[in-house]
DNA sequence: CTCGAATGATTCAAGCTGTAAATATTCAGG
DNA sequence: CCTGAATATTTACAGCTTGAATCATTCGAG
């Protein structure tokens, strides 16, 4: 009755965990790196997807999260002069976000930071693969 | 300069966009369980890990986040009286969680709930196998 | 034994995240 | 053209999470 082990569930769990464990361990890494350049995690991730001109809907589906938390992120980048939103060219709905110049040299500063150290690299591009496979299988099978 | 697609990172990038992805799928899949039984995600996931009697920092451990997160989860679990925070036996600077009755009979319904339809049931046990020995080896190697 | 370092837990401030509701705009039919 | 459904964004709110500071207790070296 004091500890008991749990039957079945376990595998799943662990496994769970470990998905968990791991991404929050990306998380981490994306932190301190974005630490250096005064910007938090959310706010370093949002600058890093943003390749290029998009709507407040795009960037939340490249960060996956929802689009009212990318008006919170980008309200914090706006203030400090990284993003601007200007009108959609096409849709008077829509937002059009985009780098100002000093932010895109510090979007380029971000993932010179972000590329080493990966939390990915203890493991070989053959083993990467693999796991891309499999993790894309478990996301779109249901 | 309006759409260049980044050249190096993005293998890695992917690959851990599909983890959060994958993560944040896990989470909701808790969330909307937990949900049923008025339960928010963090909670289930503390009620779920409660195998046993153990300590603050276990319980961390165990849901990979760091006390003062316990803390505040506990406090939520205990207001509705399901765990309790005893003394520990051997250390008097420690809480020693234990569940309620009514705590290890919402936890029974919250194991079973769990494990219907789960996340990753889109993978062979023989893909979880395999999925399982990369994430461990690439969470703990470095 | 005693002192200082380490550990378990808590508190607080700040930031992240999701849901639901509200507003503005677009779009497809009729 | 008009109307209702759908879409883009924002706001308000509630809950989660972290990190630093604090307090009590334990542990180990001398």
Redesign the interface.
């Known amino acids: ?6 039957p ?2 376990i ?17 981490e890494h994306v932190r301190v790196r974005a630490a250096t350049l005064g910007l938090t995690a959310a706010q370093a991730t949002a600058l ?1 997807e943003m ?3 998009m709507t407040m809907r795009e960037l939340a589906e490249r960060m ?1 999260c929802e689009p009212s938390n990318t008006t919170f992120v980008i309200d914090k980048l706006e203030k400090q002069g990284l993003v601007e939103r200007h009108p959609h060219p096409t849709d008077r709905r829509a937002k059009h976000l985009v780098l100002t110049a000093e932010g895109a040299a510090l979007r380029t500063r971000l ?1 010179e930071l ?2 080493v150290d ?6 070989t591009d053959q ?2 693969r ?3 496979q ?9």
């Open positions: 009755m004091t500890t008991s082990p749990d079945q569930p595998a799943e769990r662990q496994l769970c965990g470990l998905v968990n464990g791991l991404a929050q361990r990306i998380t890093r390749t290029g001109p996956t993932l972000l590329v990966s939390p990915l690299s203890g493991l083993e990467k693999v796991l891309h499999l993790l894309e299988q478990a996301v779109t099978l249901r």
